[in-house]
């Protein structure tokens, strides 16, 4: 999705810049803050110096609880990001459709 994106607006993608270090279980049934938890230490930065001052979009397809994006973006600033922004595909929300 990044990266399709990012060919529409022509803006870079460095989609493998974020990995993950660690397996986490699966977040569905779980709190927020065991969510947070699941998270935690789960990213890194593969090479800060790719991040360092640069403004950083997080692409996400579902946004839940923000768990993942909050440590995503947690990892992002500790390498230096100067900006971090989230799009997001989908929110999962508590509305109902009549």
Not at 41 to 46: I, K, N, Q, T
Not at 64 to 70: C, D, L, R, S
Not at 71 to 88: D, K, P
């Amino acid at each position: 999705m990044a990266r399709y994106l990012s060919q529409g607006v022509r803006i870079p993608c460095e989609a493998d810049a974020l990995i993950r270090q660690r397996y986490t279980e699966s977040q569905v049934g779980l709190n927020l803050a065991e969510r947070d938890q699941n998270v935690r230490g789960a990213f890194a930065v593969r090479q800060p110096q790719s991040i360092r001052g640069k403004a950083v979009l997080l692409i996400d397809d579902v946004y839940t609880t923000g768990a993942t994006v909050k440590e995503c973006a947690r990892v992002l600033q500790r390498a230096g990001a100067e900006w971090i922004g989230v799009y997001t595909l989908a929110r999962v929300g508590t509305a109902t459709l009549h």
